[in-house]
């Protein structure tokens, strides 16, 4: 059974050669063979020239042209250029466990109704900023209970961050969509679900991820998040989790409650109690991810920024998208990085 692992990158030269000796010193049984695609969006920090000496000493290991730059197609790439009967998709700042890719085709051969399965998240944390991000990403109330970031035990889920699919998956539902720039994963587990299939969070294997997040790239991420994840509720016409309206709520209160109150003299005080209470709920819940006060302050100042910034491109798409029509914003399709 070959096991293709694909690797979307652009100019990633301080992590792609760990992150590619990290795959090859996988623990696989003698019935599995490994390959390895890098889909390149036309690096220029000197990756493809790592790269290339990394093909010498992996002969399974392949360079791939990705001239579109853009996510999802260089997913499609890899699984339409892989031989693999399963695939592994991984970022190319990820580390993997030496079990992750065994143990996930081990998951997926034990249990035919499973369709994806992923592994538990560790974030390494690159700058002080990052790792007040990646705490307040780890917390419930930052991005919902059910998202595969908070969950801490083995259990199905309705997405995961490093997925592995049998090659019937692509088969039986398609590739990934190439017009998402943002939720393009979430878009295609999604079809998972619709279709029958299980995805699964398996705890027992581990990616270790390299967090280099700013704030400034953090607000542009998440409003693209709420913004793309209208564009797949219209293609599929239903709204794929309960979760996503939770920031559009918070937005339009803030919104009808300032309007309200320039209104009705009573409504600030209303406003007021609201503001209180989401400042409370910050506070508590940094601290059960933070440590020190500085740092439970730091966290408690990055969930606004998650919930209004989602919210409010989820509430921009649902103008663009269902109101007027429109296709998505040229604007919208420059990624951050992050």
């Known amino acids: 059974m070959i096991i293709t692992v694909v690797i979307p990158c652009r100019n990633e030269v301080g992590q792609i050669k760990e992150c590619i000796q990290t795959i090859y010193n996988s623990k696989l049984d003698k019935e599995f063979e490994l390959e390895v695609l890098v889909v390149d969006g036309l690096s220029d920090d000197g990756t493809i020239e790592v790269l290339t000496t990394l093909c010498e000493d992996y002969p399974t290991l392949k360079i791939v042209e990705n001239v579109a ?53 560790e974030n390494v944390y690159l700058t002080p900023e990052s790792e007040i991000i990646g705490k307040a990403m780890a917390s419930p109330f930052g991005v919902g209970g059910g998202n595969f970031r908070v969950i801490k035990e083995s259990s199905f889920t309705d997405t995961v961050g490093t997925p592995m699919y049998p090659a019937k998956v692509f088969k039986e539902i398609g590739l990934f ?28 294997i581990l990616i270790k991820y390299f967090v280099r997040a ?21 293609k599929h016409k239903t709204i794929t989790t309960v979760r996503q309206l939770f920031p559009l709520f918070l937005v ?16 600030w005080f209303v406003l007021a109690s609201g503001v209180f209470a989401y400042a409370v709920m910050a506070l508590y819940f940094a601290k059960q991810v933070g440590e020190g006060g500085k740092e439970i302050l730091s966290i408690s100042t990055i969930f606004p920024i998650l919930h209004f910034s989602y919210g409010f491109g989820y509430f921009m798409g649902c103008i663009d998208f269902f109101i007027l029509n429109k296709k998505p914003s040229s604007k919208n399709k420059q990624l951050s990085r992050g």
Do not use: H
């Open 69 to 121: 730059q853009v996510t999802p197609v260089a997913f499609n790439l890899g699984i339409k250029k892989g031989k693999g009967d399963f695939f592994q998709i991984i970022g190319a700042r990820q580390l993997i466990s030496e079990n992750y890719l065994q143990d996930a085709v081990k998951s997926l051969l034990e249990d035919d109704s499973i369709w994806c399965v992923g592994g538990m998240v």
């Open 177 to 204: 969509d190439e017009s998402l720039v943002r939720n393009q994963d979430d878009e295609l587990n999604y079809r998972v679900t619709k279709a029958g299939g299980k995805i699964l969070l398996n705890a027992n």
């Open 214 to 234: 700013k704030i400034s790239q953090l607000k542009k991420q998440y409003y693209q998040y709420g913004y793309w994840k209208v564009f797949v509720n219209k």
């Open 252 to 267: 339009l209160g803030l919104l009808f409650g300032v309007v309200l109150s320039l209104i009705i003299p009573f409504f």
